[in-house]
């Protein structure tokens, strides 16, 4: 029983901890209701940006809180009742937007993303997948000279932590990207990313590696989880009262964590979900983009995909499970068609999923407070695909009492669960 461990939840954060615990020789079991890389892991953009070190509660959200309040952009949305029910999240993540909170969650993602990025790397060329990889970064784009001028603080932060960049004139963007339309005056191109060209596929590739080494895949509702009382095992009960035991359990379940840690176990996490969608479209006149753009502007970002050009939205702060509102797709449909020539759309339903997001924009990753075997690794918001395997690396570490690659601290459970 000592090595037995059941993680719940598919997402790429699941999928990585049980290869990761898998190769230090425990038995693993997933839990999923779904599919591996079908929920919150397969609609993102596909970057493993260390860009992506900047929290959207940083010290520049102040200067920009009056225009966001007005509730209308494509970047960010929000559901006043919502934040009302849920203030003590909302004030967390302002207060979160401190430079000091600031400087302490840039340096924990920066070290998260690069442990992420190898971690990619490998398991991409264990799985068989590592044609999806490009290695050629992202683009954000500026629409004034004030917009650029205005992105001070991300490129003192990018050079702080020595991530190459390279500030582009709207020539050199246009010889970069000759398709997109002459709209930007200034880009960035942030040099230290990575992109695939299907997170979906990519995850699945990972779970197949997973199972091809000896580890389950179980498809089913788990209604609860539960300490035996014999032995101190945990016991993972599903919907239709069966249980299975293990030594010890990883909760993966990203933006459905809230809920079943409050019904199983009656541990309040402070979530709130950074929904987004996503539509695919092809390309007029045979154009093509050869990595993803970030719109700064237009508060949007375009991927090219297995599925076509992928339009993934900003932020909107609602519940998990609210009704969709497709608003911020359609301004952001519109402003890019302003940047680039894109067809028709290729679904006739946009995606929707919810990211869960903790009050300082960094996951738990550890053990929880007065849980002993319940390990918990979520709380990813928009940067899962970024952050996952290192996660992983970092709580299999933890699990089996050896060094990290770095100091976990600024992840710890016990910052937001006593």
């Given at each position: 029983?000592?090595?037995?461990?059941?993680?719940?939840?598919?997402?790429?954060?699941?999928?990585s901890?049980?290869?990761?615990?898998?190769?230090?020789?425990?038995?693993?079991?997933?839990?999923?209701?779904?599919?591996?890389?079908?929920?919150?892991?397969?609609?993102?953009?596909?970057?493993?940006?260390?860009?992506?070190?900047?929290?959207?509660?940083?010290?520049?959200?102040?200067a920009?809180?009056?225009?966001?309040?007005?509730?209308n952009?494509?970047?960010?949305?929000?559901d006043?009742l919502?934040?009302?029910?849920n203030?003590?999240?909302?004030?967390?993540?302002?207060s979160?937007?401190?430079?000091?909170?600031?400087?302490?969650?840039?340096?924990?993602?920066d070290?998260?993303?690069?442990?992420?990025?190898?971690e990619?790397?490998?398991?991409?060329?264990?799985?068989?997948?590592?044609?999806?990889?490009?290695?050629?970064?992202?683009?954000?784009?500026?629409?004034?000279?004030?917009?650029?001028d205005g992105?001070?603080?991300?490129?003192?932060t990018?050079?702080?932590?020595?991530?190459?960049?390279?500030?582009?004139?709207?020539?050199?963007?246009?010889?970069l990207?000759?398709?997109?339309?002459?709209?930007?005056?200034?880009?960035?191109?942030?040099?230290?990313?990575?992109?695939?060209?299907?997170?979906?596929?990519?995850?699945e590739?990972?779970?197949?590696?997973?199972?091809?080494?000896?580890?389950?895949?179980?498809?089913?509702?788990?209604g609860?989880?539960?300490r035996?009382?014999?032995?101190?095992a945990?016991?993972?009960?599903e919907?239709?009262?069966?249980?299975?035991?293990?030594?010890?359990?990883?909760?993966?379940?990203?933006?459905?964590?809230?809920?079943?840690?409050?019904?199983s176990l009656?541990?309040?996490?402070?979530?709130?979900?950074?929904?987004?969608?996503?539509?695919?479209?092809?390309?007029?006149?045979?154009a093509?983009?050869?990595?993803?753009?970030?719109?700064?502007?237009g508060?949007?970002?375009?991927?090219?995909?297995?599925q076509?050009?992928?339009?993934?939205?900003?932020?909107?702060?609602?519940a998990?499970?609210?009704?969709?509102?497709?608003?911020q797709?359609?301004?952001?449909?519109?402003?890019?068609?302003e940047?680039?020539?894109?067809?028709g759309?290729?679904?006739?339903?946009?995606?929707?999923?919810?990211?869960?997001?903790?009050?300082?924009?960094?996951?738990?990753?550890?053990?929880?407070?007065?849980?002993?075997?319940?390990?918990?690794?979520?709380?990813?918001?928009?940067?899962?695909f970024?952050?996952?395997?290192?996660?992983?690396?970092?709580?299999?570490?933890?699990?089996?009492g050896?060094?990290?690659?770095?100091d976990?601290?600024p992840?710890?459970?016990?910052r937001?669960?006593?």
């Amino acid at each position: 029983m000592k090595n037995t461990v059941a993680i719940l939840g598919a997402g790429i954060v699941g999928v990585s901890c049980a290869l990761e615990l898998q190769r230090r020789g425990h038995d693993v079991t997933i839990f999923d209701r779904v599919a591996p890389g079908r929920e919150t892991s397969y609609g993102n953009a596909g970057v493993i940006a260390r860009s992506s070190l900047m929290p959207f509660n940083n010290p520049g959200l102040w200067a920009s809180l009056p225009k966001l309040l007005k509730n209308n952009s494509a970047q960010f949305r929000y559901d006043p009742l919502f934040l009302a029910r849920n203030l003590p999240w909302a004030l967390g993540f302002l207060s979160s937007a401190r430079s000091s909170v600031f400087n302490e969650t840039t340096a924990a993602l920066d070290a998260l993303i690069q442990l992420s990025t190898k971690e990619h790397q490998r398991l991409l060329a264990e799985a068989g997948a590592a044609h999806r990889l490009r290695a050629n970064g992202w683009l954000f784009l500026y629409r004034s000279e004030q917009g650029f001028d205005g992105s001070r603080l991300s490129r003192d932060t990018f050079d702080k932590f020595s991530i190459s960049t390279q500030a582009l004139d709207a020539q050199e963007l246009s010889d970069l990207e000759p398709d997109l339309k002459h709209l930007f005056p200034r880009a960035l191109w942030i040099k230290d990313t990575s992109s695939v060209d299907s997170p979906g596929r990519v995850v699945e590739a990972y779970a197949k590696l997973f199972v091809s080494r000896g580890g389950r895949i179980k498809q089913a509702l788990v209604g609860g989880l539960r300490r035996a009382a014999a032995n101190d095992a945990w016991q993972i009960v599903e919907e239709d009262g069966r249980a299975h035991e293990v030594s010890r359990v990883v909760l993966a379940l990203g933006p459905w964590t809230k809920e079943f840690a409050r019904k199983s176990l009656g541990i309040s996490v402070p979530m709130a979900f950074e929904r987004g969608y996503h539509m695919h479209y092809g390309a007029a006149g045979g154009a093509t983009l050869s990595r993803p753009i970030y719109d700064t502007g237009g508060g949007y970002v375009l991927s090219p995909m297995e599925q076509g050009l992928r339009l993934s939205t900003g932020v909107q702060l609602t519940a998990r499970d609210a009704p969709k509102n497709l608003s911020q797709l359609e301004l952001a449909e519109r402003s890019a068609r302003e940047a680039f020539p894109l067809d028709g759309r290729l679904e006739t339903d946009p995606w929707l999923g919810s990211r869960p997001t903790l009050p300082d924009s960094r996951p738990m990753i550890g053990e929880c407070p007065r849980h002993p075997g319940l390990w918990l690794a979520f709380g990813h918001q928009h940067i899962g695909f970024s952050t996952g395997p290192g996660t992983a690396s970092l709580l299999a570490s933890m699990m089996v009492g050896e060094a990290c690659a770095f100091d976990p601290a600024p992840f710890r459970p016990s910052r937001f669960i006593h």
